[in-house]
């Protein structure tokens, strides 16, 4: 009797797995189109880093470090600049004159998204960041930064006044 049980419910396991098989046969297949077509991303992926603007042009970055503070692979470099009168990049104090992120250390777990207190650095889509150089996979500040709004003028940097000579 125990034989025919264990049939009986071999048969069961197999008839409802093939009716799950032809229900989805019947479904419309779901295939993306990359690399002929864009890649779809959900909303929170998390891609390469972007460095953000904001409304003037200006670089978000005031160089706190707090986002290298955070990074638990320390993989962020910077290195701080004083923004001047002549030279004003960012809203702060400070500039980042150097951000790098080394792309063979970061795991992308997004801590340097969350400490920064401007919102300066954000996780983009780009995903294609394979390459068999490791030396391009150091991400700098001209490689990350966004352009520049539209209809926005870039920040002007003036050259320091020249001396007078009174005559």
């Known amino acids: 009797m125990a034989k025919i049980q264990d049939i009986l419910g071999g048969a069961v396991a197999v008839a409802k797995g093939m009716g799950i098989t032809f229900r989805e046969m ?3 297949t779901i295939t993306e189109d ?3 077509g864009p890649a779809l991303m959900q909303e929170r992926y998390r891609g390469g880093h972007e460095l953000q603007r904001d409304e003037n042009g200006m670089e ?7 986002c290298a503070a955070a990074c638990p692979s320390d993989c962020i470099y910077i290195e701080a600049a004083e923004n001047t009168d002549q030279v004003r990049i960012s809203g702060g104090e400070r500039y980042a004159e150097v951000y ?5 250390r970061c795991i992308f777990c997004g801590y340097c998204v969350e400490a920064c207190p ?11 960041n394979a390459s068999y150089n490791t030396a391009t996979l150091v991400m700098r500040k001209e490689n990350m930064l966004v352009q520049i709004p539209a209809g926005v003028k870039p920040p002007v940097i003036q050259a320091p006044a020249a001396a007078s000579h009174g005559h």
């Open 34 to 36: 990359y690399p002929d």
């Open 26 to 28: 019947l479904q419309p």
């Open 118 to 128: 401007t919102d300066a650095i954000t996780h983009g889509h780009s995903f294609e």
């Open 60 to 66: 978000k970055c005031v160089a706190c470090f707090l």
């Open 100 to 104: 790098n992120i080394d792309y063979t």
